[in-house]
Each structure stands twice: as C-alpha cells, then as structure tokens.
C-alpha cells in the first residue's frame, strides 16, 4: 500500500467517528467509552505489547485523572467539603453556569493529565525495577490500594463516591458532549503512538522488550526509557479519567475510578484481543470487546460478568496471538515484507 | 492516628488483644500461602484464584450449613468441592498455561477469579455472611482480652491441617512425586512420574486447603464475593517474603503479616485496613527488588 492508500483505515475510522453520534443518537454515551477503551488498550499496549511490561494497575491513572478533574471542577467554584457533604439531596444546590462549567473542564482535564502522569513518574520510579509477573502483580497491588485509599478518604467522598458537576442547561446533549471529547482524545493518542514509535524511543521501547539486559548494555538508559513511556500513559490515561468521570457522571472510588477488577483487565484483554505489540490491534480489540460487552449486558442479564471472565480465560489460554496476530500469520503478504521478518524472529 | 499509636502503648493488654487476634488468622493466610508456593513451585504458575477458592470454600460451608449439616462436618466437604473443582480446572485450564509465561497464568488465574467471584454473587447475593459456628467467647486476663473459641478451633484446626499436609508431602508416595516434579520435571519423567497427574493433584490440593481455610473464615470471619483478592494478594506477598519452600519462613510471615495487619487497622481506622495489605505488597517488593537491585539483579 503507497500513497494515500495507507490512510484508508485512519480515514474510515475518522469519518465513522465523526458521523455516528448523529447516526445512532442512543448509542453516544456507549460509543464515548469506546473512545476511551481504544485510549486505555492502547497505552496499556505501549507498555504491555510494545514494552513486554505487563501492567494491571494503569487503573491508577485512570482514577487520579478522574478525581482530579472532578475536584478542580467542583473546587474553583465550590468548597469541596461542602459539595462532598451534601450529596444524597442536601440543603445547597450546587449549579454550575456555562462559563464555569467550560472553564472547570479547561483546567479539571489537565490537571488531570498533570497528576497522572505525576503519579506514573513517582510509582514508575519505585516499581519499573521489578520486571514480568513480579511487575504485574505489583501494579494489581497499586490499582487496589489506590482503590481502597480513595475508599476510606473522606474529603474526596470516600466510600460513597463523588459526582460530576451537573452540566448547564446550555449544553443540550451531554453524551453527545463528551463524545467529542473522548473521539479527539482517542485520535490524539493514537497519533501520538504511531509518532512515538517510528522515533527512536519506539526502536529502544522494542529493545527493552526483546532483550532488556542487552539494552541496557547497548547503553540505554532503560530504566529512563521506562518510567517515560508509563509517564505519557498516565498522561493520556488522566484526561481519559476525567473524561470518563464526567461521562459515568458518578465517581465510585472502587467501581469506577480505580476499577481494577473491569477496567483494568478489560484493557488487556483488549491489547491481547486485538493482538499485542501492533499498532491497530488494541484498536480493533476495544472495538470487537466493547461490542461484545454490550451484547452480553444486552442478552445475558446477570451473567453478563461471568460471561466476561470466562471470555478472559478462553481470549487468553486459546487466543493469545490476538486477531492481528491470526491475520499475520494467515496473510503475511498482507503485511509486506517488514512485518513478515518481524514474525519470523518470533515476535 | 497518633492518638490510636497512644492507646496502645498506654494500654498493653488492647496491644496483646490485637496481637493474638491476628496471630490468629494469621495461620490461616500462612497456610493458602503454603498452597500458593506449592503450585508455583510445583507448576511455576501464580495461582491468582487462591482467594477466591477460600472464598468459595466459605461459601460451601455457608450453603451446607443453611441445608442443615453442622458447621465443623462442612469442612472436608468444602475441601472435596473445591478439591473436585480444582481437578476439573487443571484438565480445562491450566494444564494448557503450564509449559507457558507466567503473566499468561496470572491472567488467565485472574479470569478464572473474576468467572468465581461473579458466580458467587450471582448465586449467593452481594451480602456479607457469615456461620454460627455455636461457640462461645474465651476471656483471659480478667475479660480484657477477648478472643472467640471459634477462632482457636480454627487457628487448632490449621496447625492439624498443615502438619498433614507436610507428612503427606514428606511420606506419601504422590507426596514425594509431587516434590520430585518440582525439583526437576524431565527427570521426574524419565524416572516414570506421570507429570501432567502430579500437576492435577497439585493444584487441586492447593484448592482443596484454600477450602478447608475458607469454611474457616466462613465460621471465624466473614465471607464476601470480593474479599477473594486480598486473600491471594496475602498469601503472594508471604511467599515472597519467605521464599518457594520455606516453610518456617511462611508460617512466620503469615503470623507476622496478621498481628500486623491487625495493628495497623486499629491505628489507620479499619477502613484503612486492607489499604494496608494492598500497600504493603508494594511495598515489600520495591524493597526486596531494591535489595537485589545493588546488586544488577532483580526478583525472578
């Protein structure tokens, strides 16, 4: 494929993007998640495909992102304890205009950015040492003791969580809102990626995945390497966080901020569905999942989560080149000749 | 906080009462432990679902009870069910994700916990249970310390159950298998051991201890479909800290990881408590990773 050929895919995807919240009006806030979930799989996969760091606790940006954004939102109009006191129907209504509501998003989101990507420079420090499952459990660890602090702090709403500002009247069609929100996101990071790793930071990033003792002695500076490449997840992950929180519009600490037991393992298992370590495969995978998900939350009322965590077991154990992978190794002249040698090398 | 650190060292005995408590349960979390290091060091596999087969045991016992068999009767019941289940995964499961990495059986032991967790709530409800048992209080030291019987059945019960299994692992044919496998598989094999059968009963051992452990909680404790997590979080971090085959080392850290999580959920507020566990994961494996790093290696 040369020329403008190649862009077929971006072009098509772009475009079914920018109609389909006007094609399926119902669908808008599900089809905003989406946005979101092609977001979280593909900077879990620049660190989990591409990096072969396994990660379970990007939860954590996820969360720090959403809080944030929610409580710049609420605090440079509000006090927070106050607006934290009163939920569940209290004395005070808390309005929020439209100049306020558009300026609390213009520095919740980010800030949100800022804090999660703080947050993945200081864990990243402490934990990018440890390497394979020592790493993956770690992070699960990270992801519920996040959780379970958001859970017992007060001023953040502890366990009964926090909501979104209500949005102002002028904003007609909130879903329809933020639908455009997480679709720019979503192009955003998928453009930042493919950027990122036709540089050299992508070549050092596969380096530490094929071999990272050898990289390290080529004289990369792995452990650098590392903590940047989690540091822009968190970055996209925290915006992500505060977009998702004003979508939820309901803050749980536990179910929906630091969710390690869905979100989390829903954006491996999408990097995994799709096909680890390429560049359309998270993408594909959110799609196929969130597809799936809805059909399942559709069809198998009350199963829908055993159904899920048997998907996870099955994707896994039976299907853990993904559906990139199958078509590459079914069509490798599909993928010219660069991708052929890379599959003989064995990945 | 500083106020909770007070109390305790102007009163001793709630010190003690804490530290007993959690000595206590502390048994129990050294004894899954036990069964996590046994298939990891069997089968190089870190079982995530250990939690979850505690908690499914508890569930059993919680069931049978409701039917009508006495509470302590439950208890091998629960551990042939989970016993059965645990063979059933291996042949659908694991046995595929032996031979592979070991993130592959950290996910794929994740989706298995999820599949149990949710089947437990979809079946028993989201409600916190828990089992009469139908004993009483002990109180020593003229009624300041207060220690239920049940958690002294159960802590007797554990002590019994692991001193079993080390005889079982050290005397028993399939014991010895079991150890032979884990120290060289090949040369298990060539020496006739049918590997794939010693994995099986392996990781249905393990699931049939986290049963007997889990018909306990049930009784002494309380059972939750998503308190299966802490547990397996619990018996890894112990592991890690003793070390594969240590078995002093893991009752130890298991008695140790009680009394201390008992302490620090008085001191932080017990909302904090399992923060508590979750952090001090991190914690312990920062550290031991930052120990091997001085030396350019890390934890393997």
């Given at each position: 494929?040369?020329g403008?050929?190649?862009?077929?895919?971006?072009?098509?995807l772009v475009a079914?993007?920018?109609?389909?919240p006007?094609?399926?009006?119902?669908?808008?806030?599900?089809?905003?998640?989406?946005?979101?979930?092609?977001?979280?799989?593909?900077?879990?996969?620049l660190?989990?495909?591409?990096?072969?760091?396994?990660?379970?606790?990007?939860?954590?940006?996820?969360?720090?992102?959403?809080?944030?954004?929610?409580?710049?939102?609420?605090?440079?109009?509000?006090s927070?304890?106050?607006?934290?006191?009163?939920?569940?129907?209290?004395g005070?209504?808390?309005?929020?205009?439209?100049?306020?509501?558009?300026?609390?998003?213009?520095?919740?989101?980010?800030?949100?950015?800022?804090?999660?990507?703080?947050?993945?420079?200081?864990l990243?420090?402490?934990?990018?040492?440890?390497?394979?499952?020592?790493?993956?459990?770690?992070?699960?660890?990270?992801?519920?003791?996040?959780?379970e602090?958001?859970?017992?702090?007060?001023?953040?709403?502890?366990?009964s969580?926090?909501?979104?500002?209500?949005?102002?009247?002028?904003?007609?069609?909130?879903?329809?809102?933020?639908?455009f929100?997480?679709?720019?996101?979503?192009?955003?990071?998928?453009?930042?990626?493919?950027?990122?790793?036709?540089?050299?930071?992508?070549?050092?990033?596969?380096?530490?995945?094929d071999?990272?003792?050898?990289?390290?002695?080529?004289?990369?500076?792995?452990?650098?390497?590392?903590?940047?490449?989690?540091?822009?997840?968190?970055?996209?992950?925290?915006?992500?966080?505060?977009?998702?929180?004003?979508?939820?519009?309901?803050?749980?600490?536990?179910?929906?901020?630091?969710?390690?037991?869905?979100?989390?393992?829903?954006?491996?298992?999408?990097a995994?569905?799709?096909?680890?370590?390429?560049?359309?495969?998270?993408?594909?995978?959110?799609?196929?999942?969130?597809?799936?998900?809805?059909?399942?939350?559709?069809?198998?009322?009350?199963?829908?989560?055993?159904?899920?965590?048997?998907?996870?077991?099955?994707?896994?154990?039976?299907?853990?080149?993904?559906?990139?992978g199958?078509?590459?190794?079914?069509?490798?002249?599909?993928?010219?000749?660069r991708?052929?040698?890379?599959?003989?090398?064995?990945? | 906080?500083?106020?909770n650190?007070?109390?305790?060292?102007?009163?001793?005995?709630?010190?003690?009462?804490?530290?007993?408590?959690?000595?206590?349960?502390?048994?129990?979390?050294?004894?899954?432990?036990?069964?996590?290091?046994?298939?990891?060091?069997?089968?190089?596999?870190?079982?995530?679902?250990?939690?979850?087969?505690?908690?499914?045991?508890?569930y059993?016992?919680?069931?049978?009870?409701?039917?009508?068999?006495?509470?302590?009767?439950?208890?091998?019941?629960?551990?042939a069910?989970?016993?059965?289940?645990?063979?059933?995964?291996?042949?659908?499961?694991?046995?595929?994700?032996?031979?592979?990495?070991?993130?592959?059986?950290?996910?794929?032991?994740?989706?298995?916990?999820?599949?149990?967790?949710?089947?437990?709530?979809?079946?028993?409800?989201?409600?916190?249970?828990?089992?009469?048992?139908?004993?009483?209080?002990?109180?020593?030291?003229?009624?300041?310390i207060?220690?239920?019987?049940?958690?002294?059945?159960?802590?007797?019960?554990?002590?019994?159950?692991?001193?079993?299994?080390?005889?079982?692992?050290?005397?028993?044919?399939?014991?010895?298998?079991?150890?032979?496998?884990?120290?060289n598989?090949?040369?298990?094999?060539?020496?006739?051991?049918?590997?794939?059968?010693?994995?099986?009963?392996?990781?249905?051992?393990?699931a049939?201890?986290?049963?007997?452990?889990?018909?306990?909680?049930?009784?002494?404790?309380?059972?939750?479909?998503?308190?299966?997590?802490?547990?397996?979080?619990?018996?890894?971090?112990?592991?890690?800290?003793?070390?594969l085959?240590?078995?002093?080392?893991?009752?130890?850290?298991?008695?140790?990881?009680?009394?201390?999580e008992?302490?620090?959920?008085?001191?932080l507020?017990?909302?904090?408590?399992?923060?508590?566990?979750?952090?001090?994961?991190?914690?312990?494996?920062?550290?031991?990773?930052?120990?091997?790093?001085?030396?350019?290696?890390?934890?393997?």
């Amino acid at each position: 494929m040369t020329g403008w050929t190649r862009y077929i895919g971006h072009i098509v995807l772009v475009a079914v993007g920018l109609a389909a919240p006007f094609l399926f009006p119902n669908h808008q806030s599900q089809m905003a998640e989406l946005w979101l979930f092609i977001v979280f799989a593909l900077t879990w996969d620049l660190l989990g495909g591409q990096m072969g760091y396994n990660s379970f606790g990007n939860v954590v940006f996820i969360g720090v992102g959403m809080y944030t954004c929610a409580l710049v939102q609420v605090g440079l109009i509000y006090s927070i304890s106050d607006y934290n006191a009163a939920r569940g129907g209290g004395g005070t209504v808390f309005t929020f205009d439209y100049t306020q509501y558009l300026e609390g998003l213009a520095v919740g989101l980010p800030a949100g950015a800022i804090t999660g990507a703080l947050a993945a420079i200081i864990l990243g420090n402490f934990v990018l040492g440890m390497r394979g499952q020592y790493f993956a459990i770690c992070t699960l660890g990270l992801g519920v003791a996040a959780a379970e602090i958001a859970n017992g702090w007060e001023w953040i709403g502890a366990g009964s969580g926090m909501t979104a500002p209500n949005a102002p009247a002028e904003i007609d069609d909130i879903s329809r809102f933020y639908y455009f929100f997480a679709f720019v996101l979503a192009i955003v990071t998928f453009v930042a990626i493919t950027w990122l790793l036709r540089t050299r930071f992508g070549l050092a990033v596969n380096a530490i995945r094929d071999d990272e003792d050898k990289a390290e002695a080529m004289g990369l500076p792995t452990k650098r390497i590392k903590v940047i490449a989690w540091t822009i997840s968190g970055l996209f992950l925290g915006i992500a966080g505060g977009i998702l929180g004003n979508v939820k519009r309901f803050i749980d600490p536990i179910d929906v901020a630091f969710s390690g037991s869905t979100i989390g393992v829903w954006m491996v298992l999408m990097a995994i569905l799709g096909g680890k370590g390429t560049l359309w495969g998270p993408v594909i995978g959110a799609i196929v999942f969130q597809i799936t998900k809805e059909l399942f939350w559709t069809y198998l009322l009350g199963w829908q989560r055993v159904a899920l965590g048997l998907m996870i077991v099955l994707i896994v154990v039976f299907f853990p080149e993904g559906i990139l992978g199958w078509v590459r190794e079914r069509f490798p002249q599909l993928f010219g000749r660069r991708v052929q040698s890379r599959a003989e090398e064995g990945r | 906080m500083l106020d909770n650190i007070s109390i305790l060292i102007a009163a001793p005995t709630i010190t003690l009462d804490l530290v007993i408590n959690g000595l206590l349960i502390g048994a129990l979390f050294a004894l899954t432990a036990y069964g996590m290091a046994l298939v990891w060091g069997v089968m190089r596999i870190i079982n995530v679902a250990q939690g979850e087969f505690v908690i499914l045991g508890g569930y059993m016992t919680y069931a049978l009870t409701t039917a009508g068999l006495p509470p302590l009767l439950t208890i091998p019941c629960a551990a042939a069910i989970t016993f059965a289940l645990g063979y059933v995964l291996h042949y659908a499961v694991i046995t595929r994700i032996v031979d592979r990495d070991l993130f592959v059986s950290v996910l794929a032991t994740f989706g298995i916990s999820i599949v149990i967790q949710q089947l437990l709530n979809t079946v028993f409800g989201g409600d916190v249970r828990v089992v009469d048992a139908g004993l009483g209080t002990q109180f020593f030291m003229g009624g300041l310390i207060a220690v239920s019987e049940i958690k002294i059945a159960a802590f007797l019960l554990v002590c019994v159950l692991a001193l079993v299994l080390v005889l079982f692992l050290k005397r028993s044919r399939l014991g010895q298998a079991i150890r032979a496998t884990a120290q060289n598989p090949r040369a298990a094999r060539v020496l006739g051991i049918d590997t794939n059968r010693v994995y099986a009963m392996t990781f249905a051992l393990n699931a049939a201890i986290c049963g007997a452990c889990g018909s306990l909680v049930a009784m002494a404790y309380t059972i939750h479909p998503y308190i299966g997590l802490p547990y397996t979080i619990r018996s890894f971090m112990i592991v890690v800290v003793a070390g594969l085959g240590n078995l002093p080392g893991v009752v130890a850290a298991g008695l140790g990881l009680g009394a201390a999580e008992n302490i620090a959920g008085f001191v932080l507020g017990t909302q904090f408590q399992l923060a508590f566990v979750f952090s001090l994961l991190v914690v312990v494996l920062v550290w031991r990773n930052w120990r091997l790093s001085r030396k350019r290696q890390y934890l393997k």
